[in-house]
């Protein structure tokens, strides 16, 4: 995440603190090397203009500082400057009195917006809030069916064309919508339900509007407090696609509207931004494929160009992987400062406490933990995400260490497929792994033995450094 940015502004503010004497002359060609960063970061012209004009103006006279370290308040005033630049205050959803709270999510094809559906849906079912998911993109061919799975992924209901009534069955009422899953058939294939609604001549305009309302209507049904509703996308904006997102807002009146955008794009991610904010007045952004190959200039610009905050970023594929966005601890982690909260968190919402805790103190007993142990920790550091994204969170840790500590997903594959081929006994015993077992674990494991045997000896490794750290707490 913003790998090149980070490494290189530091690096300038690094040459700048190390100096024993900062010099006017010094800040300003610190200023010129930041607003090249920037703008190779894909920021916009104009904000990477008035963000230097604003530390210019706070660094005048910084160098003449004899109680403060001039190199250190430059960087306080940079670090300060980036927050506002991100948008200055945390921004959560914002759910109405009396709910449920209606979500449009919206955003051009290819941008993630079905999967980031379904990962703020499981965002929301872990902070408690009831959601529901309604699949309004009537255009793209299983569209449907994808958000279904996602659903049943994560646990959380779905309403869909599907579940739509035939003429005469809707005169009765709208049913409450089925469970996730496909839709349910009877012996000879048909639909219980009928088929979906026919699209009205104009494009389906106005029957994503009904079906939304009827969605909306499923939702209060099931108690639901939040309807996330994924809506239709296109290669690009148009004229026909606006139409129908300001006739559904303008139908249901969301209390949300947040756009779906794809940080790799860098500036045509802000233009489309402005291009949705103009026609729908967004309500906020969030940003996906943040863990890619992201230059930063999306983040950086967005805010600064439509005033409306980033409210969550997508840092992988997995369905938890959605973070709230918070200004000041991505400047900080921009700034190689660390986000030690923003760990703590992710640690809170995917580790077993209990498990975790019983496990801490079997690893330091007299015993030590055994095999079966070291799977389940590391079953529980996979939940955590990829190990750089992890280490990007500690305080100092430059971003050539980050690309260095890429571990192949496979291997940890390996060692789970290992462990998995011996028996219960042989991971509560692993000394009695001989030759013979060794072989036909790796047979099992499809590994070779030398991998089973360089498994055996780090993992005696690791319990005995475990054993030490439990004699040094005991004293």
Not at 16 to 27: I, Q
Not at 375 to 398: D, I, R
Request: charged share 25%; glycine share 10%; hydrophobic share 40%.
């Amino acid at each position: 995440m913003f790998a090149a940015l980070s490494e290189r502004l530091t690096s300038v503010l690094r040459d700048l603190t190390g100096r024993g004497v900062l010099t006017e002359d010094a800040v300003r060609e610190g200023l010129r090397e930041i607003r090249r960063v920037m703008l190779e970061a894909d920021v916009s012209f104009e904000l990477t203009r008035t963000f230097t004009e604003r530390v210019s103006e706070k660094a005048v006279g910084v160098a003449a500082l004899k109680a403060v370290n001039p190199g250190q308040q430059l960087v306080k005033i940079v670090y300060d400057e980036l927050v506002v630049l991100l948008g200055s205050e945390r921004a959560g959803l914002q759910f109405a009195s009396v709910p449920p709270t209606v979500v449009l999510l919206v955003g051009l094809q290819g941008s993630g917006k079905t999967t980031t559906a379904a990962k703020l849906a499981a965002r929301l079912k872990r902070e408690q809030k009831a959601p529901f998911l309604v699949a309004a993109d009537v255009h793209r061919p299983a569209a449907e069916e994808q958000l279904r799975q996602l659903g049943a992924q994560v646990g959380v209901g779905v309403f869909g064309p599907s579940d739509r009534l035939t003429e005469g069955s809707r005169d009765r009422g709208v049913e409450g919508s089925r469970p996730a899953g496909p839709p349910a058939r009877r012996p000879d294939g048909t639909s219980p339900a009928g088929p979906p609604a026919r699209r009205p001549a104009d494009g389906g305009t106005e029957d994503v509007v009904a079906l939304v309302q009827a969605g909306i209507e499923a939702a209060g049904k099931v108690r639901a407090r939040t309807v996330l509703v994924d809506t239709a996308g296109r290669l690009q904006i148009d004229a026909e696609l606006m139409a129908e997102l300001v006739r559904l807002k303008d139908a249901v009146r969301p209390h949300e509207i947040l756009l779906v955008a794809d940080a790799m794009t860098g500036q045509d991610a802000v233009r489309i931004a402005q291009g949705f904010h103009e026609a729908l007045g967004i309500t906020g952004v969030i940003l996906t494929k943040l863990d890619g190959d992201a230059r930063g200039g999306a983040a950086l610009s967005i805010f600064g160009v439509t005033r409306a905050p980033i409210k969550y970023v997508g840092v992988g594929e997995r369905v938890d992987a959605l973070d709230v966005f918070d200004p000041a601890r991505m400047a900080g982690r921009i700034l190689q400062q660390g986000d030690v909260v923003g760990l703590v968190e992710r640690a809170e919402q995917a580790v077993d406490r209990d498990q975790a805790e019983k496990l801490a103190r079997k690893a330091t007993s007299k015993k030590g933990m055994d095999l079966q142990d070291f799977l389940g920790a590391m079953q529980q550091v996979q939940k955590l995400g990829p190990l750089e994204g992890l280490l990007g969170m500690l305080p100092g840790m430059p971003a050539k260490a980050l690309k260095q500590a890429k571990v192949d997903p496979k291997r940890i594959r390996h060692t789970e497929a290992i462990i998995l081929s011996m028996t219960p006994e042989e991971r509560q015993r692993p000394d009695i792994l001989n030759g013979s077992r060794r072989a036909r674990i790796a047979r099992g494991a499809g590994r070779p033995v030398s991998e089973v045997n360089q498994l055996v000896k780090q993992f005696e490794q690791m319990k005995q450094m475990m054993k030490g750290v439990g004699k040094l707490r005991a004293r």
